[in-house]
């Protein structure tokens, strides 16, 4: 059974931190890229971050550049995503979906139809 399960999302002031983990199990996420999408409310869900499936290489929305940094680790059975969340700002507020990509030819993994499993969500509040 395919899992992506998020946590660490919560309520946090302009300027703090968070950091978000995901777990996903039931397929050999090590060979799929990853990524972190979030929606706010009333807007279109957009990518925030992406890694390879190795970890060498990673992709940053333009925003959060220099704030968010993701990472994996691949252990045996399952895989966790983090996401490190430094400077947060109340435009940052949103759903965090954690996901994973089967896609075989190392793209940047920045839009929504190149993923194939998808979290539950976490959310994310910044308030001012």
């Known amino acids: 059974q395919v899992q992506l399960v998020e946590s660490g999302g919560g309520l946090v002031q302009a300027g703090g931190s968070l950091r978000l983990s995901c777990a996903a199990s039931?397929?050999?996420?090590?060979?799929?890229?990853m990524g972190w999408f979030r929606q706010a409310p009333g807007k279109e869900r957009e990518f925030v971050a992406a890694?390879?499936?190795?970890?060498?290489?990673?992709?940053?929305l333009e925003s959060v550049k220099g704030r968010f940094t993701i990472s994996r680790d691949n252990a045996k059975n399952t895989v966790y995503l983090h996401l490190q969340m430094n400077i947060l700002k109340p435009e940052d507020t949103a759903v965090y979906y954690c996901a994973a990509s089967g896609d075989p030819y190392g793209r940047r993994l920045d839009k929504l139809d190149e993923y194939d499993y998808w979290g539950q969500g976490t959310q994310v509040t910044v308030s001012s």
């Open positions: 039931g397929r050999t996420f090590s060979s799929y890229g």
């Open positions: 890694i390879s499936r190795s970890g060498g290489s990673t992709y940053y």
